[in-house]
Structures are given as C-alpha cells and as structure tokens.
C-alpha cells in the first residue's frame, strides 16, 4: 500500500516536470581508486550528497583510464550508459559524434563558464559549438618526483638536463639505489616518452611529432635520440616494473625504495595522502627542459532518460565547475583548478609552480597536450603510438627499427 502510494506521487513529480520527490541521481564512471585519488572523488560525492543528489559510485580500477573506457564501451553498447563518465581530450567529440552525449550548455552559460574557463581548456569541453564536458583540473604530466633524503644523502641535485639525470642514475646504481621507480604498463611507458620527447627535442618538435604526427619529425634522428634516451630509462628500473601501478611506484619513492619517479601532478596526491610534505620529504620539478604537457581531467554527461537523471547530471556540472569544489578537490589531487580566478594560496610550492608555468608556457607556445593521456590525439592514433613505446621498452629494439616502427603505426591509424 505504502509502495503504491509512493509509486503514484512519484510519477505524478515527473509529469509535472519536478525531480523533487526522488532527488538528482547519478552513477559516476570514473577510475580514481588510489589512495589520493579516493580522497579527490570522495570530495565531489559529498557535495553532491549535501545537495540532496544520490551518487551511485562506478569506479574501474586501472591508472590512466583504458579498463574504465572498456568498461563505458561495454556499457553504451548494451544502451545501458552510466549518467556521468570521467572522459577527457578528443575522445568527448569521438562519443559525441556517435550521437550519445547529452549537450550541458544550459548550466554552462547560466554559470558563465566561458568567463572564468581559458579558452584552451573551455576548447576541449566544446561539441560543435555546445558544452558537452566540464572541467575539473588541469594536470600536469611532465613532472619528476623524487625522495628528498636519498638526494641529499647521495649529493644529487633535481636534474635539469637529461645529461645530469643520467649522472645521477648511474651514481645511484653505484650505490645500490633504485633510481627510476616505474610500473610497466602502457600508459606509464607513454608518460615517461613524452616527457623525455619534450625535453629532447623541444616544444616545437613535441608539437610536430606527438600532435600534428608529420611523418619528417616521426622519422627525424631527434626521434632515434628519444629512442635512446628511453633504452637507458629501462635500465633504471627495478627487476619487479612490470605490471606495477603507478601508485605502488610513487610508494617507492616514498618509501626510500627508489630515488626518482616521472609522472603526473596526481603523483602528488599520493603523497600529500600519506601525510608527506613537499620540499621535506619529496622534492618536485619539471622534467628537463622546456614546455608544459597539460591533462585535463572532465567529466561528460551520457543521453539517459529519466527527470532525476539529468537533474543529476545539471547538479554534477554545475558542483564540478563551481569554485569551492575546484579549489578542496584539485588541493587533494595534486593538480590545480581549471577555473582561473580560484586563489591558490592555500596551494603548495609544485602547485603553485604548475600555475605560473602553465602562463609562462602559454604565453610563449609551448603549453600542449598531453598525447599520453588523451588530450592530443583520437584514440586509434595514440594507442598506435604507445604500441610502439611499450614493444621498444619491453624488448631490445634499437631505436632504428623503433622510429620505422613508429611511422609505419601511425601512418596505418588513419
Ligand atoms: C590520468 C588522469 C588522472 C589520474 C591518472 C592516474 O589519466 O587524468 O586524473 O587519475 O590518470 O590514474
């Protein structure tokens, strides 16, 4: 009876147009499930929570994202997609071109994004003209963390050249240091090629190789020397990488076990989870040389029915921009707020370099996309290229055969 009752209140709420009675509801596919990044979503589900939504949590486990896109595959094939999914780069235009995202543009302009969101960012977030993403961060990915205790006790300096990393890794093997914590899976391959891309061979090179993929960069000796430098990066890695995730290698750094880690910013909020203070206990700077590899972390809404449904996904949009969750989420992710007019005081030294590099880098061309992690390039075109990464650090290919390898991949991605 009191079933009944409740069944004819509530649909007579959706007829009228009103989600009152059964409140926003949203399932959320996302793959933050490491120690920082729990505490990073835990922060979003609470402010949903308080503003009377029901979040139901779909987490897929898997650094970087490709089991949870697998997963969001599965599930939009099945005509089942879950109401919000972390997605970000070009794959929101490749699944809005299939026709299956739902446009967020009314509380993108009643909360005047376009006015507090750079327009390299609000891009991303832009379907043919309307919002189909919202923007959580920016994170940056050439980083290298490092065990402050074990450069002091072995008279290392942060490098600032790749010549000068090499220094320090060879010394730290002589010393029986593990210099490169490292998990070897795909994406983490990739992480630490584009980063040594960059320093290699400059922004401008970063910018032909990695996004415009011109086939003359692609097969360039500045290519065979990347190659290179990636051959010796294996040797710097402990027996046990394979399969590693990320945050069992940044618990190595932290741990003493190993000197150096080469990773995104979410490496921090690893270790400001486990209680550890930047310049004390861990040291952070940019990979060497120049430029900045931005990832923007995002969320797109799935075309669902049901009145509490979108409600959801309108409450999640607007939550996900507004400033004290940009501020109280990315202070725990280690990244910092896509929104410019947060103040970042309450923001540590690595944040706070992340900010005034991104606007040195952006002012002199040399802020770009992150091809690792999906912001440069459509899928097909970045997982032919990280083929190539992981067979050339897995095997002993010279870096000839890896550059030929590299042009002919993408060469067939299109
Ligand atoms: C990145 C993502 C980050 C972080 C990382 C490791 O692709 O943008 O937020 O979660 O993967 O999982």
């Not at 794959?91 to 750079?118: F, H, K, N, R, T």
């Not at 990244?335 to 606007?359: H, K, Y």
Request: glycine fraction near 10%; aromatic fraction near 8%; charge should be negative.
């Amino acid at each position: 009876m009191k079933r009944f009752a409740f069944a004819t209140v509530s649909t007579l709420a959706v007829v009228a147009g009103s989600s009152v009675l059964a409140g926003p509801q949203a399932e959320v596919l996302h793959w933050w499930t490491s120690g920082g990044e729990a505490k990073s979503v835990a922060v979003l589900q609470e402010e949903f929570a308080s503003n009377g939504g029901t979040w139901t949590d779909m987490p897929v486990a898997g650094g970087g994202g490709d089991a949870a896109m697998t997963a969001l595959r599965a599930r939009v094939l099945s005509g089942n997609a879950p109401t919000a999914v972390q997605l970000k780069g070009p794959a929101i235009q490749e699944w809005y071109e299939e026709g299956v995202l739902a446009d967020i543009s009314s509380v993108a302009e009643a909360e005047g994004w376009a006015d507090v969101l750079p327009a390299s960012i609000a891009g991303h977030m832009m379907c043919e003209g309307a919002w189909c993403a919202a923007p959580v961060n920016v994170h940056r990915v050439d980083w290298i963390w490092a065990n402050a205790d074990i450069l002091a006790a072995n008279g290392i300096e942060m490098p600032t050249t790749w010549d000068e990393f090499n220094a320090a890794a060879v010394k730290l093997m002589d010393a029986g240091v593990i210099p490169l914590a490292h998990g070897g899976q795909s994406w983490q391959d990739a992480t630490v090629f584009e980063a040594v891309l960059l320093g290699i061979g400059g922004p401008e090179f970063y910018q032909k190789a990695l996004v415009d993929l011109d086939p003359e960069a692609l097969t360039s000796d500045t290519m065979v020397q990347v190659f290179d430098q990636m051959r010796l990066m294996r040797g710097y890695v402990d027996e046990n990488f394979s399969g590693r995730d990320w945050n069992l290698a940044t618990a190595m750094v932290m741990n003493g076990e190993a000197a150096f880690q080469i990773m995104g910013d979410w490496a921090k909020g690893e270790f400001l989870a486990a209680g550890k203070t930047p310049s004390e206990d861990f040291l952070c700077a940019s990979t060497p040389g120049d430029g900045y590899l931005y990832n923007v972390d995002s969320f797109a809404m799935f075309d669902v029915d049901g009145e509490d449904k979108k409600a959801g996904q309108d409450l999640l949009a607007k939550l996900i921009v507004a400033p004290n969750f940009q501020k109280v989420f990315n202070l725990n992710k280690g990244s910092i707020p896509a929104r410019t007019d947060v103040a970042l005081d309450d923001f540590d030294i690595c944040a706070n370099l992340s900010a005034e590099e991104m606007g040195s880098t952006s002012a002199a061309g040399s802020l770009l996309p992150s091809y690792a992690h999906g912001m440069a390039l459509r899928g097909s075109q970045s997982g032919a290229i990280t083929d190539v990464v992981t067979a050339h650090f897995n095997s002993d290919m010279s870096s000839a055969d890896a550059v030929q390898q590299l042009a002919d991949a993408v060469a067939n991605s299109y």
